[in-house]
């Protein structure tokens, strides 16, 4: 927001008393000007102040609606705890082990559009990883609770493919990361190398206390085909962890 004083076009140009019939008659056009009612700027301004910075939708996407009715008729989740994580909408919906959803936050994805990882990109230096192979994979994941090197606890997508879910680091200014997940769009929301970056708060919340002391089952949706293509919907089949 712009932080200079703006002077008042009413005070500086009309300050003048009316010494001709003409700036009489401006003078009483002005009075009756201001004494009609005015629209009020307050409440939108207090609204945008107080508003959530990124809307969430009335309903999730049509992906996830089917995916999740899928697993409460199938008990495709043995019993644990879900996550579905909406790469289209880069969204993330949890939920418990009977199937009641306890919260959706947006969330950062791998940087490159793709359902698949390159083979043994888990062993790489991240210097070795170029940006078409920075891919956050789709499927149907056992997850597990771990550290990383740092020995932050983090929550393990993907072992064997280094992905996992975890708080958005915001220590490199450049990328960004918090003005990203902050904004409406969906574009900016990729960036990472193939991990799922979650706002702290919401990690801490809805994650950490579940998913971060047992095993639960993460599905990751696709976005190059179908989810019904991806995960057997249609006969109740599942793709292998």
Request: with cysteine; hydrophobic share 45%.
């Amino acid at each position: 927001m712009n932080a200079c004083r703006v002077a008042s076009p009413l005070k500086t140009r009309f300050s003048f008393l009316p010494r001709t019939l003409a700036g009489a008659l401006l003078c009483a056009s002005l009075v009756a000007l201001l004494a009609m009612p005015q629209p009020s700027w307050a409440a939108p301004a207090a609204v945008s102040a107080t508003a959530d910075p990124r809307p969430r939708p009335l309903s999730v996407g049509q992906d996830v609606s089917q995916v999740t009715a899928w697993i409460r008729a199938t008990g495709n989740h043995h019993g644990l705890p879900f996550a579905v994580i909406d790469k289209k909408a880069a969204m993330l919906h949890v939920f418990d082990a009977s199937g009641r959803p306890l919260g959706s936050s947006p969330v950062l994805l791998g940087l490159a559009v793709g359902d698949h990882s390159v083979p043994d990109i888990g062993t790489r230096k991240l210097s070795d990883i170029r940006p078409a192979e920075r891919t956050t994979p789709a499927g149907r994941f056992m997850s597990e609770p771990g550290r990383n090197l740092q020995g932050e606890d983090i929550v393990w997508i993907d072992y064997d493919a280094a992905v996992s879910m975890h708080r958005v680091r915001a220590s490199n200014k450049a990328d960004r990361r918090l003005e990203r997940l902050a904004t409406p769009t969906v574009a900016d929301n990729r960036i990472s190398y193939g991990c799922v970056n979650v706002p702290a708060a919401f990690y801490d919340a809805r994650i950490k206390p579940v998913f971060g002391l047992k095993p639960a089952i993460v599905y990751v949706l696709p976005e190059t085909r179908s989810v019904g293509t991806l995960f057997g919907l249609a006969d109740g089949r599942t793709l292998a962890p």
